[in-house]
């Protein structure tokens, strides 16, 4: 039961690039979630999802996109990395509304 | 903008004391709520669901509810050096939002 996986796990980049982060969840959730966290804010939402096709914006979304071609898959794209990005990113998915989300391991994401 | 606040901490409690950790959140339709347990670098890890008022216990683990006060707690009996922590609580709103909103967390320390 491989359930939700985030690849990389670290990365590291220089300001202007552009990085995809993944996110594969085998459970065929509806919901799917994208957070960063960073000292001080705790989990701040940046997008999520109801379904594949469906995304919307959290707290944080500019300079973020996404995309949700398949249910399993809820990649995150920074069109042009900045350094105030420099974050912990954590995927999450759960399988109706009313249910608690499981997180993947997240990723650990340095802009230089 | 809907809040979910706790105290930072450190709440710091000896190995074998009850460790009592708050929440309280701002939307009244609030239905579903959670309690998560974050070591250092690690993923938020969920421990606790509670729908209803009342308490709800889960082995050395009790979450209470109480709606009309707008306030969600967890207990921690016989407190060990494993669950030093942080504990986030969240909060699912009610009607079509399917957002979970996350408090900041309380930082744990079981002291052997």
């Known amino acids: 039961d491989a359930g939700i996986t985030q690849s990389p796990r670290y990365k590291i980049t220089e300001t202007g690039r552009q990085v995809t982060l993944m996110c594969h969840q085998t459970?065929?959730?509806?919901?799917m979630f994208w957070y960063r966290q960073d000292l001080g804010h705790g989990l701040r939402l940046i997008y999520y999802s109801a379904a594949a096709d469906i995304t919307d914006k959290g707290e944080v979304s500019d300079g973020y996109v996404v995309s949700r071609s398949k249910t399993e898959n809820f990649p995150l794209t920074l069109e042009s990395a900045t350094r105030s990005q420099t974050s912990v990113y954590f995927c999450?998915?759960?399988?109706?509304?009313?249910?608690?989300?499981?997180f993947g391991d997240g990723t650990r994401l340095s802009i230089l | 903008q809907k809040e979910v606040e706790q105290n930072s901490g450190p709440l710091s409690v000896p190995e074998g004391a009850i460790a009592s950790l708050n929440c309280t959140y701002s939307?009244?339709?609030?239905?579903?709520f959670f309690w998560y347990r974050q070591y250092s670098g690690k993923s938020p890890e969920l421990i606790m669901s509670i729908y209803s008022n009342g308490d709800k216990e889960d082995g050395r683990f009790t979450a209470q509810l109480n709606k009309a006060s707008q306030y969600v707690s967890l207990l921690i009996r016989d407190s060990q050096p494993s669950d030093s922590a942080t504990y986030l609580c969240a909060v699912l709103g009610g009607g079509s939002n399917y957002k979970l909103t996350f408090g900041k967390g309380t930082l744990l320390t079981v002291n052997p």
């Open positions: 459970w065929s959730h509806s919901y």
């Open positions: 999450a998915s759960r399988p109706d509304r009313d249910q608690p989300q499981h």
């Open positions: 939307d009244r339709v609030s239905q579903s």
